[in-house]
C-alpha cells in the first residue's frame, strides 16, 4: 500500500532555531496536510495543500507541495516552546483512495528555551 | 460548527476485562468515522473505518472490534482486554471523499494493568 516516509524522526532544538520536516512517498498525492500533536491530544490541522507547486503559510509556519506531487515538507520559523508536539504529514491520493488519509511517521519537536 | 466528542479521556482496566470506548460527532449527517491507536506517543495505526451505519472495515486483526449503531456514533470494544492493548486512542471524522481531511477526537489514554 501507499507508504509516506516522514523525516526527521525527532528534532531538539533550541529556542529561536528554524526548523524543517519533510516527507515523501514513492506515489503520488492529490492533497498534502501537515497536522500537530500536543502531548495527550488529538492531531490539529495546520496547513492543507491542494496544488502542485502549492506553498502556504500559516503564521511562522510554511508548507509546499512539491512539484512531482510525491512530496511535501514544512518549516517553522523562530520556534518557541509552544512548538513542541508530534508533526504528521499526510496525503490523499485520487482514485478508489479518494478521501482516505496516509500519515506519515511523526516527527517529534523538542524545543529547548 | 462541527464537534467530534470521545470518552473517557483516561482509563485504567484490568486485564481480560471488558472495553467499551465512545465517539459521538455533531453537527453533521453521515460522516466516515474512523479509529486510530497510537503507541508510546509516535505513529498513528488505523484500526477501523467506517462510511455508514453497520459498515465496518478492519485493518488489522486485533482484540478489538467496532460498531456504528447510528450515524454519529462510533463505538471501539473489547471483550477482553489485553496489556498489549495500552494505548492512545483517537477518534477522527470526515466528510465522504473530502480532501479537507480528519478531524480527531481528544483522544483516550488507555492503560491495561
Known amino acids: 500500500g501507499q507508504q509516506l516516509n516522514q523525516s526527521p524522526q525527532s528534532m531538539f532544538i533550541q529556542e529561536g532555531e528554524d526548523v524543517s520536516m519533510n516527507c515523501t512517498s514513492s506515489?503520488?498525492?492529490?492533497?498534502w496536510l501537515w497536522y500537530k500533536q500536543e502531548p495527550g491530544e488529538g492531531p490539529v490541522l495546520l496547513i492543507a495543500l491542494y496544488k502542485a507547486g502549492e506553498l502556504t503559510s500559516n503564521g511562522r509556519l510554511t508548507a509546499q507541495f512539491g512539484i512531482t506531487r510525491k512530496d511535501s515538507f514544512l518549516n517553522i520559523s523562530a520556534s518557541i516552546p509552544s512548538d513542541v508536539g508530534i508533526y504528521f504529514c499526510a496525503g490523499i491520493a485520487g482514485g478508489t483512495s479518494y478521501g482516505k488519509l496516509t500519515f506519515g511517521q511523526g516527527t517529534i519537536l523538542t524545543v529547548h528555551p | 460548527s462541527q464537534t467530534i466528542h470521545q470518552w473517557p479521556a483516561t482509563l485504567v482496566q484490568p486485564v481480560g476485562s471488558p472495553l467499551s470506548l465512545e465517539c459521538t460527532v455533531e453537527?453533521?449527517?453521515?460522516?466516515?468515522l474512523y479509529w486510530y491507536r497510537q503507541a508510546a506517543g509516535r505513529g498513528l495505526q488505523l484500526l477501523f473505518y467506517s462510511v455508514g451505519i453497520g459498515q465496518i472495515s478492519s485493518e488489522v486483526p486485533q482484540n478489538l472490534s467496532a460498531s456504528r449503531p447510528q450515524d454519529r456514533q462510533f463505538i471501539l470494544s473489547s471483550k477482553k482486554l489485553l496489556l498489549s492493548d495500552s494505548g492512545f486512542y483517537l477518534c477522527?471524522?470526515?466528510?465522504?471523499?473530502?480532501?479537507?481531511?480528519?478531524?480527531f477526537g481528544s483522544g483516550t489514554r488507555l492503560t491495561v494493568v
Open positions: 453537527g453533521t449527517s453521515n460522516p466516515n
Open positions: 506515489s503520488i498525492f492529490n492533497t
Open positions: 477522527a471524522w470526515s466528510r465522504y471523499r473530502s480532501d479537507y481531511g480528519y478531524t
